[in-house]
């Protein structure tokens, strides 16, 4: 009989256990990549969402966007609450979408205009 001799076992199984080892840490690398892709494509790309306006429609955007822009007192002007919009990644195809962005904001119910000086909030 010839059975392998203690130090000849722990050394095979420290082999196997390096090869385990190296095994894990491919693997744990091939994860932080993956989240750093992950992490990379869930960042806003200059300040724009890649999820924030799938839902909801460009009218509900210019509120949105008018309410959070809006001080108390302070009205905001259409062009600044545009600006907001593109941010968000809503765009508005026309040659001059101010006036497009202003008929929304006259459809709402919780905005209100102050002519020449911009939108406040209602109430």
Request: charged share 30%; hydrophobic share 35%; net charge positive.
């Amino acid at each position: 009989m010839s059975d392998i001799d203690p130090i000849q076992k722990a050394k095979n199984r420290l082999s196997e256990l390096d090869s385990v080892i190296a095994s894990a840490q491919a693997e744990k690398e091939e994860f932080s990549q993956f989240l750093a892709t992950y992490k990379k494509l869930q960042t806003p790309f200059n300040g724009v969402s890649h999820k924030s306006t799938s839902k909801k429609s460009k009218g509900e955007i210019a509120v949105e966007s008018a309410i959070e822009l809006y001080k108390e007192g302070v009205p905001v002007k259409t062009s600044a609450i545009y600006e907001l919009m593109e941010k968000k990644g809503c765009v508005i195809d026309s040659k001059n979408p101010i006036p497009v962005v202003s008929s929304y904001l006259n459809k709402s119910d919780v905005l209100e205009s102050i002519r020449g000086k911009g939108w406040i909030v209602k109430g």
